[in-house]
């Protein structure tokens, strides 16, 4: 009699487990509409960016991965930058500024000398407005805006990031790019361009060579 106590009692335990298995509630994620304003602002358009951070919410297959873009636009300086002589101050960014200590100018533009020896070139572009680079060729950029958005799964990662690859990018996707997101990859505005759809999605990160990678 007792065993059978025992049996029936380890029966009961095990289908009270089941039930409880059966009856675990399953969990819906529901996420804010996109704006109007953010969708006017990134809808559709193409943007050089730097990955400034990576958020994680949930864990395996549930993992859910956010990414922190700035967007950022070569530097530009009005025509009036052409009058620029010794000893006049440029600014490329809050904080740093250089005092030109030589100035050449040539058909493109001009150069200048800081007080270091650095140097930068001046080059004239269609519309009569300046850009500039170092004389190692690094481009100067500016912060535009930052903006935290989604990595949905079904992003397209194009990898043109092999020096050796010159005809076209490597279709890769979701897992390829978290991967390099995760190892702290360089992603910065001379090497990363995202575009998103007309409603505000990041739908595409490319990913190109450059010798600062």
């Given at each position: 009699m ?18 409880a ?15 109007e ?25 549930d ?26 101050i440029?600014?490329?960014?809050p ?10 100018s ?20 269609e ?10 060729d ?5 912060d ?8 949905e799964k079904d992003i ?29 990859t360089?992603?910065?505005?001379y090497n ?5 759809d ?16």
């Open positions: 007792k065993k059978l106590t025992t049996v029936l009692c380890a029966m009961l335990i095990a289908c009270l487990a089941v039930s298995c059966a009856e675990i509630p399953t969990s819906n994620l529901f996420i804010p509409a996109v704006s304003t953010f969708k006017a602002l990134v809808g559709g358009k193409s943007f050089e960016v730097r990955v400034d951070g990576k958020t994680c919410s949930g864990e395996d297959e993992a859910r991965y956010t990414i922190t873009l700035t967007v950022c636009e070569e530097i530009r300086y009005g025509a009036d930058i052409a009058d620029l002589k010794v000893n006049d440029i600014a490329f960014a904080g740093n500024a250089v005092m030109a200590m030589e100035v050449t040539d058909e493109f533009g001009f150069s200048i000398k800081d007080g270091s020896n650095e140097g930068y070139i001046f080059t004239k572009a519309d009569g407005c300046y850009t500039v680079r170092t004389e190692t690094n481009i100067l950029y500016t535009v805006f930052t903006i935290t958005v989604p990595l397209s990662f194009l990898d043109w990031s092999d020096p050796e690859n010159l005809e076209a990018p490597v279709k890769k996707g979701y897992e390829e790019l978290l991967d390099l997101l995760l190892e702290d360089n992603f910065a505005p990363t361009r995202v575009t998103f007309e409603y505000g999605k990041l739908v595409e990160f490319l990913y190109t060579y450059s010798p600062w990678n």
